[in-house]
């Protein structure tokens, strides 16, 4: 039985389990289940039980202990944890010295008691909605093996799906943390950019659409989480303070009264059926529980928000993969090339219209917010595609209805809300996703802890303990 996050810092806090313990139980799932697949790239057996025995030092010399006291968390392998290589997936950084410092995400974590353990895999640089890259190859998915576990935080979200920790930090500059947790059949929260601190030494790729945040099962416990991590920091020019708690949002939760706005495609994607058919069921129940969908629409943006977004995201591929003067082909699968590639030919000019179609898309959604309290959309376009083969619903699968809402900096987050079976006949998670205005991330955390107790919650994957 996989505990959660709340559960494993009391026990400890209680004495009833050791840290040293935890640390074991994590090591022996990864070693049990991690073969099949991939979510962790680097593991440090004797980093993760020194951190233990440090806790048990303070521990019995009665000292306090933070809030996320003996938890195993992995790391996603785009931000800096003392020790380990920040490879980022790409081959020319392998050789790089260990890591000398925490990321400011990752040493709040450490504060606060949580116990790193490794690294997860991620696409290289975080170009890619799939987790795979030539340097670990793919992530795969715990409900089905052949299938990827999204991206571009796919190793921490199949790492969490599979219980084999509870824990893992992500990062989203165009739906990695909502793609991975959708298609892995966990809950996913996407902050308002700047509410948790980048902090590291070089600015994100993607500028302002980036944002980090952890990954974990349930909203309690993201909540739990982000109430450690969150808050301005002087390392980030674009942190600032919500001046409220998360924990308390979620014990808050309700749908009574809120008003939704419902778009099935956002007027981008061209979703499965069967996936819209699933997500207009679970809006039935959460209109029995007390919210109410005030207007159904057919787009939001007069024109496709890829198109600003995909010029500030090119000119920050392109900047961090020239970084290294190692070949691309040797570094970069080619759907990690796309993005790069464009931003060979673009102008300041370009750069200055992006901005105003950030700006332009921002106005157009808010309108919608003069409207209703929340827009819902179905989390994904399609269930998780087999590893390396395209989605028959095009590169779009899953980012067509995350990305507009890093172009605009809004807090977004997406619910499990049933399975759709795949081509093979399997069952495959599929989710809701809610967006709010920025800086409504209490608000917003309110409403989808509701309706994840409205919708049931995540699930196990078949052959993984709950």
Request: charged share 20%; hydrophobic share 40%; net charge negative.
């Amino acid at each position: 039985m996989t505990r959660t996050v709340m559960e494993v810092a009391a026990l400890v806090k209680a004495g009833e389990v050791s840290p040293s313990e935890l640390v074991d139980e994590a090591l022996a799932r990864i070693e049990q289940h991690d073969g099949a697949l991939n979510t962790f790239v680097a593991v440090d057996p004797d980093g993760a039980r020194a951190q233990a025995a440090a806790l048990e030092r303070r521990l019995a010399a009665g000292e306090e202990l933070g809030p996320l006291a003996g938890v195993p968390i992995g790391v996603k392998d785009l931000e800096d944890a003392a020790g380990f290589v920040t490879t980022c997936g790409d081959p020319a950084r392998r050789e790089r010295a260990a890591a000398d410092r925490d990321s400011v995400h990752v040493a709040r974590l450490r504060a606060a008691g949580a116990i790193v353990v490794g690294k997860t895999n991620t696409p290289a640089y975080g170009f890619q909605s799939e987790t795979d890259n030539l340097l670990f190859g793919p992530s795969r998915n715990p409900w089905s093996h052949r299938r990827t576990c999204g991206g571009s935080s796919g190793g921490s979200g199949a790492a969490v799906s599979a219980g084999l920790v509870a824990l893992c930090t992500g990062s989203d500059g165009g739906g990695s943390i909502r793609i991975p947790s959708a298609t892995c059949g966990i809950s996913g929260f996407k902050p308002t950019n700047g509410v948790i601190p980048n902090g590291d030494a070089e600015w994100p790729t993607w500028g302002p659409f980036s944002t980090r945040g952890p990954i974990a099962r349930t909203f309690a416990e993201i909540a739990y989480a982000l109430d450690v991590v969150a808050g301005q920091s002087a390392h980030d020019l674009m942190s600032f303070d919500l001046h409220g708690s998360f924990v308390d949002a979620v014990t808050q939760r309700s749908l009574d009264g809120v008003r939704i706005v419902w778009s099935p495609t956002l007027g981008i994607a061209t979703p499965d059926p069967e996936i819209v058919r699933t997500c207009e069921q679970a809006l039935n129940g959460l209109e029995q529980q007390g919210a109410r969908i005030v207007e159904t629409i057919d787009s939001v943006f007069d024109e496709p928000p890829v198109r600003a977004w995909i010029v500030r995201a090119a000119a920050g591929s392109l900047r961090t993969a020239t970084a290294d003067p190692a070949p691309w082909d040797g570094r970069f699968l080619p759907a990690a090339q796309f993005v790069a590639r464009l931003g060979e030919s673009l102008t300041v000019r370009n750069l200055l219209d992006a901005e105003q179609g950030a700006h332009r898309a921002g106005v157009e959604l808010a309108a919608v917010f003069e409207r209703g309290d929340v827009l819902v959309t179905p989390g994904m376009a399609a269930v998780a595609p087999r590893v390396g083969e395209p989605s028959p619903y095009g590169a779009g699968w899953a980012s067509d209805y995350t990305l507009p809402f890093n172009l605009v900096r809004t807090p977004a987050a997406v619910v499990p809300c049933g399975t759709v079976d795949n081509e093979d006949g399997e069952p495959m998670p599929i989710a809701l996703q809610f967006v709010m205005p920025r800086c409504a991330d209490l608000r917003l955390m309110r409403v989808v802890a509701a309706a994840e107790q409205v919708l049931g919650g995540v699930a196990a994957p078949p052959g993984y303990t709950s």
